[in-house]
């Protein structure tokens, strides 16, 4: 992530320390970090009440398994958004239903008529992601969007299908092979 | 399903990442990723690698709320039983450590002698009643509380210094005490600023004694069972624009005491 590896060493450490039991630590390993799961939970989440209840969740989670923390699992951003990515997944999943799914014809709640103006591709562009930038733009344009809404909206592929409006075994193919080429070009 | 299939193997990871795998094929998968290495190892390429779509969402800043809550969890939580992890340290003589929670009750607690000086020692504060040590020796002949102004109180300490205010913000006449301990040595010109958070953004209610005592003013109209604080750095004299504009070094709840 964009973590310089000065500030991913002190995470490490604030980490390490959290999981000893070290309240300080854990302070300001939430102030350092809070702001970006925040960021994450919001957009996939869209309701701050949710945004909130997770990241209280996750930090949570965070104060109780920071031990279980190891640089393997990436760079501790990169664990902590994961944390606050698969807790935003189960909510969805407990919550979506009171979530109206927009219908055959209306609008999305998230308009990705244009794709070149969406969130997700402005991302991808940033500097500092290189290859994932690099390979996404090598997916073909369902591909890229299916994968990008699957990961921003956390959309099933039922979801995916009422949203991009096409067939369910079209979408799964979708997803499937936009993430097939990625890992292949990633891999590279 | 057939897991020894390794581009399957692949491709469920990366589902199961991006959040498309659901159901009982996800559990299923996790119970297969916590026995194979090489699942996990898959599931991590794919975490770390689609982590940097998340990168550059601007960040957010949550709500102090959520951190009070989180520490309030933190101290009703069951106490999760861990393993001594490091080794060198004396077990037998290292105390257990206390919860984020605790140790702001404590410091409330410790505070109370100074909270029971400015406000007068009308009424016990709330947490003083069930400490083991009695901080404050209330009267117990307390008037009735609702013949008495409110008055807020609290804490705020700087991470990482021995800096801290006991503050006391009475809306009756419109003024807050600070009593301050400790210092902050890389203060400098600088000076620190009290902000009131309020739905319309933060509100200054003035800058803060570095040593001894203060008094602020506080704005017209303030109430609620809490009130949210903040102390930003600011350049000498305060902000100039009427907002922060530096970093903000501690936040906390202001609790209605009486």
Same mark, same amino acid.
């Given at each position: #992530?964009?973590? $310089?590896? *000065?500030?991913?060493?002190?995470?490490?450490?604030?980490?390490?320390?959290?999981?000893?039991?070290?309240?300080?630590?854990?302070?300001?390993?939430?102030?350092?970090?809070?702001?970006?799961?925040?960021?994450?939970?919001?957009?996939?989440?869209?309701?701050?009440? =949710?945004?909130?209840?997770?990241?209280?969740?996750?930090?949570?989670?965070? /104060?109780?398994?920071?031990?279980?923390?190891?640089?393997?699992?990436?760079?501790?951003?990169? =664990?902590?958004?994961?944390?606050?990515?698969?807790?935003?997944?189960?909510?969805?999943?407990?919550?979506?239903?009171?979530?109206? #799914?927009?219908?055959?014809?209306?609008?999305?709640?998230?308009?990705?008529?244009?794709?070149?103006?969406?969130?997700?591709?402005?991302?991808?562009?940033?500097?500092?992601?290189?290859?994932?930038?690099?390979? #996404?733009?090598?997916?073909?344009?369902?591909?890229?969007?299916?994968?990008?809404?699957?990961?921003?909206?956390?959309?099933?592929?039922?979801?995916?299908?009422?949203?991009?409006?096409?067939?369910?075994?079209?979408?799964?193919? /979708?997803?499937?092979?936009?993430?097939?080429?990625?890992?292949?070009?990633?891999?590279? | 399903?057939?897991?020894?299939?390794?581009?399957?193997?692949?491709?469920?990871?990366?589902?199961?990442?991006?959040?498309?795998?659901?159901?009982?094929?996800?559990?299923?998968?996790?119970?297969? *990723?916590?026995?194979?290495?090489?699942?996990? %190892?898959?599931?991590?390429? =794919?975490? %770390?690698?689609?982590?940097?779509?998340?990168?550059?969402?601007?960040?957010? $800043?949550?709500?102090?709320?959520?951190?009070?809550?989180?520490?309030?969890?933190?101290?009703?939580?069951?106490?999760?039983?861990?393993?001594?992890?490091?080794?060198?340290?004396?077990?037998? *003589?290292?105390?257990?450590?206390? $919860?984020?929670?605790?140790?702001?009750?404590?410091?409330?607690?410790?505070?109370?002698?100074?909270?029971?000086?400015?406000?007068?020692?009308?009424?016990?504060?709330?947490?003083?009643?069930?400490?083991?040590?009695?901080?404050?020796?209330?009267?117990?002949?307390?008037?009735?509380?609702?013949?008495?102004?409110?008055?807020?109180?609290?804490?705020?300490?700087?991470?990482?210094?021995?800096?801290? /205010?006991?503050?006391?913000?009475?809306?009756?006449?419109?003024?807050?005490?600070?009593?301050?301990?400790?210092?902050?040595?890389?203060?400098?010109?600088?000076?620190?600023?009290? /902000?009131?958070?309020?739905?319309?953004?933060?509100?200054?209610?003035?800058?803060?004694?570095?040593?001894?005592?203060?008094?602020?003013?506080?704005?017209?109209?303030?109430?609620?069972?809490?009130?949210?604080? *903040?102390? $930003?750095?600011?350049?000498?004299?305060?902000?100039?624009?009427?907002?922060?504009?530096?970093?903000?070094?501690?936040?906390?709840?202001?609790?209605?005491?009486?």
């Amino acid at each position: #992530m964009s973590y $310089s590896t *000065a500030d991913n060493e002190r995470l490490v450490y604030l980490l390490a320390d959290t999981g000893l039991g070290d309240q300080r630590a854990f302070a300001q390993l939430y102030e350092a970090c809070s702001s970006h799961l925040y960021a994450l939970l919001l957009r996939m989440l869209k309701r701050r009440d =949710w945004a909130d209840e997770a990241l209280q969740d996750c930090f949570l989670r965070i /104060w109780q398994k920071a031990d279980t923390y190891a640089p393997e699992k990436g760079t501790p951003l990169t =664990w902590l958004m994961t944390v606050a990515r698969y807790r935003a997944l189960d909510l969805l999943r407990m919550k979506r239903p009171e979530v109206e #799914m927009p219908e055959e014809g209306d609008e999305a709640p998230m308009t990705f008529a244009d794709v070149s103006e969406s969130p997700e591709d402005r991302a991808v562009e940033q500097e500092g992601l290189g290859m994932l930038r690099d390979c #996404m733009q090598d997916l073909q344009d369902e591909q890229k969007r299916s994968v990008l809404l699957a990961y921003y909206e956390g959309y099933t592929h039922q979801e995916l299908a009422q949203v991009m409006d096409a067939p369910l075994g079209t979408v799964k193919s /979708w997803v499937r092979r936009g993430l097939a080429r990625l890992r292949e070009c990633l891999d590279r | 399903m057939k897991y020894d299939n390794p581009k399957l193997r692949q491709m469920l990871a990366a589902e199961y990442v991006l959040g498309t795998l659901r159901g009982l094929a996800r559990r299923r998968f996790e119970r297969l *990723a916590r026995s194979e290495t090489a699942v996990r %190892s898959e599931i991590r390429f =794919w975490e %770390s690698r689609l982590a940097g779509l998340a990168a550059n969402l601007k960040p957010q $800043s949550p709500p102090p709320s959520v951190w009070f809550s989180l520490l309030h969890r933190i101290e009703t939580q069951p106490p999760v039983v861990t393993p001594i992890r490091r080794p060198v340290a004396p077990a037998p *003589a290292a105390p257990a450590p206390a $919860s984020p929670w605790r140790i702001v009750a404590g410091l409330a607690t410790a505070a109370g002698v100074a909270i029971a000086v400015l406000i007068g020692s009308r009424a016990p504060l709330p947490g003083a009643i069930d400490a083991p040590t009695t901080v404050a020796s209330a009267p117990q002949a307390v008037p009735a509380p609702a013949a008495l102004p409110p008055v807020y109180v609290a804490l705020l300490r700087v991470p990482d210094t021995d800096l801290q /205010w006991t503050l006391a913000l009475k809306p009756e006449s419109d003024e807050v005490t600070a009593v301050v301990s400790g210092s902050y040595p890389k203060l400098g010109e600088r000076s620190l600023e009290l /902000w009131l958070i309020t739905d319309a953004g933060p509100v200054s209610l003035g800058l803060l004694p570095t040593t001894g005592e203060g008094r602020l003013k506080l704005p017209d109209g303030v109430s609620g069972a809490q009130l949210t604080l *903040a102390v $930003s750095l600011e350049p000498a004299g305060g902000s100039p624009i009427g907002k922060p504009t530096g970093p903000v070094l501690t936040s906390g709840p202001a609790i209605k005491a009486v």
